[in-house]
Each structure stands twice: as structure tokens, then as C-alpha cells.
Nanobody, 120 residues
């Protein structure tokens, strides 16, 4: 079993910054992809930022230029630096990873989510 542990959510004023972290642990041989999605009440879950299998990075259109994803491979951890937070950014932010085992089977895992609130 694989666990994704998120941290770093909270309350921030408009224009402020937050950094989220997500650490993967458990029975895995490696990670194919790892990144972040978000879901606001009544809305679908949307991509925020992710590392793809070839190491490339993709961002959702609404966060380009404001949010930045980074990673620490030895720690199996990704970070999401969120700058210039806007009133439309509040949501539950979920970490997602596709990991593979020593027999090359793979699975998709989600974290429990961390709440980000933007309010003055």
C-alpha cells in the first residue's frame, strides 16, 4: 500500500502565498507521475500542476505563472508553491501519484486533501 501525506494548507489573504507538500511512502519501487489537483465545492476536480512520466511539467491554465511545482526525488516529495493567491483559488488540494512496484504493476493513489482558504 502507498500513502500520500499532504501538508501546508491553511488560510491566507488575497495576494499571499502558501506552500504545499506531499510525501509518498509505502510499498513502491518508483513513481511515474506526481502532482496536484483541486476541487472547490460543487465543482469538478481540476489539474493544478503535475510532473509527467518523462519529467515534464503541466499546469492548469488558471494557475500558470503563479503556482510552481517542484520535487525532491530522494524524499519522494513534491511541493506546490502558490503565489498571488486569488479568491478563486480556495479548494481542497489533492496530491496524486501513479507509482509502480518491482513487478512493474502500477496504481494511482490520492492523498486525503488539504484545505486552502483565501480570505481577507
Amino acid at each position: 500500500q502507498v500513502q500520500l501525506m499532504e501538508s501546508g494548507g491553511g488560510l491566507v489573504q488575497p495576494g499571499g502565498s502558501l506552500r504545499l507538500s506531499c510525501a509518498a511512502s509505502g510499498n513502491m519501487f518508483g513513481i511515474y507521475t506526481m502532482g496536484w489537483s483541486r476541487q472547490a465545492p460543487g465543482k469538478q476536480r481540476d489539474l493544478v500542476a503535475t510532473f509527467s512520466r518523462d519529467g515534464g511539467v503541466s499546469y492548469g491554465d488558471s494557475v500558470k505563472g503563479r503556482f510552481f511545482i517542484s520535487r525532491d526525488n530522494p524524499k519522494n516529495t513534491v511541493y506546490l508553491q502558490m503565489n498571488s493567491l486569488k479568491p478563486e483559488d480556495p479548494a481542497v488540494y489533492y496530491c496524486q501519484a501513479i507509482v509502480f512496484s518491482s513487478d512493474s504493476t502500477s496504481g494511482t493513489y490520492w492523498g486525503q486533501g488539504t484545505q486552502v482558504t483565501v480570505s481577507s
